[in-house]
Structures are given as structure tokens and as C-alpha cells.
T-cell receptor, first 116, second 112 residues
Framework: EAQVTQNPRYLITVTGKKLTVTCSQN?????MSWYRQDPGLGLRQIYY???????DKGDVPEGYKVSRKEKRNFPLILESPSPNQTSLYFC???????????????FGAGSRLTVL | GIQVEQSPPDLILQEGANSTLRCNFS?????LQWFHQNPWGQLINLFY???GTKQNGRLSATTVATERYSLLYISSSQTTDSGVYFC??????????????FGRGTQLTVWP
């Protein structure tokens, strides 16, 4: 089944404890991206990647890192999480570009992160 | 970056009613998509509609790119239409390719 898989789905952690949220897709998509969703703010793009070894900042990259060493994986790293990073995170992928050429942007199920 | 404004922020309907959701954007874009987030949080593609009109069952969408807005129409609404509707845009040119901007969404509640 074609899908984007995020792990963990739920996580409660403490300030300063490094964590990684993994994202994997099995559709050979070139484009992958991360978003955070906060009440009343919609989705905001954190980072995106047009292809392997190519990453760019989105709207809210501060406090996050990403890497794209292979096409299928795009992990989101919080080196020193803080309470303001408590949020619902989504990973997404598409064949090429975010929406370009009517490519369908496929989202993962989301990861709810709480930083105490 | 591009500002994306959606209205209304909240909408409460009786089953069977019709509704129109609006998305305004501050700059020219090459790509626009409507999404539905169901009550379980899942994000679902509705329409890719950078210009023109499309219909899919009870839902239809129109984008007037020259005037920088898009409309999503829901007819004969059902309780399963409840959730949040998002508009997202991408300029899709050169260095802006991949840079995606979402509106804050319209929270739709349909009562039986």
C-alpha cells in the first residue's frame, strides 16, 4: 500500500532531550516535507526537500533539523526541544514539487509531540 | 512569503444545507490545492485547481487566478463533511518550487 509512515505517533518528552521523528515513504517520491499544526494557525511548513541531499527552510525552521540521505526517508530532528515545539507534526511526499503538475501530496497520519 | 486567508473561520450547518468557503492569496501562484482534514486528523486531497472549475460529486471548486481567490462549494452537506478545510498554494517557480503556504482553515460542523 502506498503510504507515508511517521513514528512515533505520540510522544511526551522533556525540555532539552533530543528526539527524532521519522518519516518514510514507499512511493519513490522525490519531494518530501514537514509541517506543524497548531490550533488556529493551520499548517506551517518547517522544511522541505526536492530530492536527495537537497533541503530548504520553510516558514518555521528554527529549532529543527532535517536530513535527506536517501529518497525514502526524511527525519525531523529536535536537538533541544522546548515547550513551544509542542504540536501536531505531519510529513508529506509527492512525486516532484509540492503541488506542481497536480502531483498528489500524500500526508502521513501525524505525530503528536508534547514537550514538558 | 505569500499570505493565504480563508473565510469564514467557522461554519455550522444543518445537514442538507449548501456552503461556500473562500481562499484569498496575496500573490500570483501556479498551484493551488484544497484539502479536508477529517475529525480524526487525516489530511485528504480534494481538488488541485490552479485555475478554472472542477466538480467531484457534491463538491466543486473554482479558482480565479487573476483575482487571487478560490472558492470551494459544498452542496447538500452531510455529517461526514465535518472537519477543517484548508487551502494551500505554491508559487512553483524556480527557487519557490516546493515552498507551500497554507491558510488557517475553515472549521465546518454539520449537524444531523
Amino acid at each position: 500500500e502506498a503510504q507515508v509512515t511517521q513514528n512515533p505517533r505520540y510522544l511526551i518528552t522533556v525540555t532539552g532531550k533530543k528526539l527524532t521523528v521519522t518519516c518514510s515513504q514507499n512511493m519513490n517520491h522525490e519531494y518530501m516535507s514537514w509541517y506543524r499544526q497548531d490550533p488556529g494557525l493551520g499548517l506551517r511548513q518547517i522544511y522541505y526537500s526536492m530530492n536527495v541531499e537537497v533541503t530548504d527552510k520553510g516558514d518555521v525552521p528554527e529549532g529543527y533539523k532535517v536530513s535527506r540521505k536517501e529518497k525514502r526517508n526524511f527525519p525531523l530532528i529536535l536537538e533541544s526541544p522546548s515547550p513551544n515545539q509542542t504540536s501536531l507534526y505531519f510529513c508529506a511526499s509527492s512525486p516532484a514539487g509540492a503541488l506542481s503538475g497536480a502531483n498528489v501530496l500524500t500526508f502521513g497520519a501525524g505525530s503528536r509531540l508534547t514537550v514538558l | 512569503g505569500i499570505q493565504v486567508e480563508q473565510s469564514p473561520p467557522d461554519l455550522i450547518l444543518q445537514e442538507g444545507a449548501n456552503s461556500t468557503l473562500r481562499c484569498n492569496f496575496s500573490d500570483s501562484v501556479n498551484n493551488l490545492q484544497w484539502f479536508h482534514q477529517n475529525p480524526w486528523g487525516q489530511l485528504i486531497n480534494l481538488f488541485y485547481i490552479p485555475s478554472g472549475t472542477k466538480q467531484n460529486g457534491r463538491l466543486s471548486a473554482t479558482t480565479v487566478a487573476t483575482e487571487r481567490y478560490s472558492l470551494l462549494y459544498i452542496s447538500s452537506s452531510q455529517t461526514t463533511d465535518s472537519g477543517v478545510y484548508f487551502c494551500a498554494v505554491e508559487q512553483g517557480r524556480g527557487s519557490t518550487l516546493g515552498r507551500l503556504y497554507f491558510g488557517r482553515g475553515t472549521q465546518l460542523t454539520v449537524w444531523p
